[in-house]
């Protein structure tokens, strides 16, 4: 129950904290997403399409996790503005906050495009492959993850790295290794797995950092608030 004395400061304190483990949670679905769907869906996109019988199940499992992964996703930026605070500059944050619906929308349509090939696979499988609609697909589902999503999680993390430059709201060396690991999702092309796990990888060391510092802060809050005995 919410101290009425203190209620603000609660629910400061509480708002974080649920948006770092929802941070944790878009990562780790999103990282099971990505491992189930390479080792399922061949890197080549003139695959010939087997992975549609063969690893239909695993695929349709890793396309579910996408959408809460995506909600997820929406309140870990909603946890960054929180810390930013009065110090949020309007044209760092307006990329920020553009990139990260940028990098949601692309994975979604990746994800849809994948769903689409399954049900049209399940329906009408010779026409699907004698038509040209697979090979298309195929093509652009690549190209949306491994170029377009890339690069938009890149000017995620090289505007949200320099709101904390300018700010201090987050520790240097984090928004140093923020700059770091954005050139080279900038430069890279996501050929190894790896390269797309960059992205969760960070949303998940920066929620663990965000849960942790909140949880000594309320156990600072928690300190303070103890009223101290009668005195003799």
Known sequence: MIDE??????????TPRAAAVAGILFSLLLSTGYILIRISIPADPA???VWLEERAGTVTLALSLV?????AFLWFIGVVRDRIGAFEDRFFSSVFFGSGLLYLGMTFVSAALAGGLLAAYGLEAEKLMASGVY??????????????????????????GTIWVRTRTMPRWLAFLTYGLALVLLVSIGLSLWVTLIFPSWVLIIS????ILNLRTTGAQDGLSVTPGSQP
């Not at 004395?5 to 509480?14: G, K, N, W």
């Not at 959408?67 to 909600?71: D, E, L, R, V």
């Not at 663990?208 to 849960?211: D, E, G, H, P, T």
């Open 5 to 14: 004395a203190h209620p603000l400061t609660d629910r400061r304190l509480r």
């Open 47 to 49: 695959d010939g399409g």
């Open 67 to 71: 959408p809460i992964a995506g909600i």
């Open 135 to 160: 090979t298309f697909a195929r093509g652009v589902m690549w190209r949306i993850t491994n170029i377009y999503a890339l690069r938009m999680s890149s000017v995620f993390m090289f505007s949200l």
């Open 208 to 211: 663990v950092y965000i849960l």
